[in-house]
């Protein structure tokens, strides 16, 4: 794999239900391409962040993987309303998703840090009332 | 411990992953927020919760979990059972509250477990 496999996603912003779908399938991928368990997690977990957070803030959008060897980076693309504070968005419990999103295990300020936290870098580019990308790259554990 | 060893614990019925409670787990966490599940990378096997959306299911599927315990009776709707037997997780239910539930685990022996990337 010197050259990247790449994987692209749509998020489908008005069923929270379905959220994560795309997280799912991304582990299930990694899991034939033999990464190990750890790499795998990270990389899902931070993805399945990314999409809820595109359902809740954003009305969905897009998911792209590129795979090598040793590093996977996944961006996550929406035209949501960007983000006013990224500063304050990173701050653990910061949050500004609604009581129902609330009342199903979400919104409690952590989808971001968890990202930053799990990803080997982290990168946001934001516009207010023209949507976030998020870029996340990943070292693949020797 | 054994899964099955829970089962007794809480008095639990088996929602789905009959074939697997004699699987062991080592280790187990208690939320209902499921970024707070999240934030903790290392070795967590058991979920107790007392949400019953497809959420819970895809959140133990990422962290790699064996068993989810659904507390206080609620009763789980079939897509969200569905959706944990194709996960390969077992689904437990007890009547039991949270901190009952958690405690008596606790004491005997299924430990707190998890590990907070990058600390």
């Known amino acids: 794999m010197s050259e990247a496999i790449s994987f692209r996603f749509l998020i489908d912003g008005d069923d929270f239900t379905s959220a994560g779908n795309a997280s799912v399938q991304v582990k299930k991928m990694l899991r034939q391409l033999n990464f190990d368990a750890e790499t795998i997690r990270r990389v899902s977990v931070a993805m399945y962040e990314g999409e809820i957070n595109m359902v809740i803030h954003a009305n969905g959008g897009s998911a792209d993987v590129n795979v090598w060897n040793d590093r996977i980076e996944v961006v996550l693309a929406d035209s949501g309303p960007g983000i006013p504070d990224i500063d304050l968005a990173m701050q653990e419990g910061y949050s500004t998703a609604k009581d129902n999103i609330r009342s199903l295990g979400f919104g409690a300020g952590m989808g971001l840090p968890n990202m930053k936290r799990y990803s080997d870098d982290m990168k946001i580019t934001t516009e207010l009332g023209r949507g976030t990308t998020v870029t996340m790259s990943f070292f693949v554990n020797s | ?119």
Do not use: F, W
């Open chain 2, 1 to 119: 411990m054994k899964i099955s060893k829970i089962i007794e614990l809480l008095d639990a019925t088996v929602l789905c992953g009959e074939d697997k409670i004699e699987n062991e787990v080592h280790s187990a966490c208690g939320s209902d927020m499921m970024s707070d599940v999240l934030a903790y990378v290392k070795e967590q096997a058991v979920l107790l919760t007392g949400l019953v959306n497809l959420q819970v299911v895809r959140t133990a599927e990422m962290m790699d979990m064996k068993c989810i315990v659904i507390v206080r009776g609620k009763k789980p709707g079939n897509e969200v059972v569905e959706l944990c037997r194709e996960s390969g997780i077992v689904m437990l239910s007890t009547e039991e509250r949270m901190y009952v539930a958690c405690g008596r685990l606790y004491e005997n022996g299924l430990r707190g477990g998890g590990v907070k990337e990058n600390e």
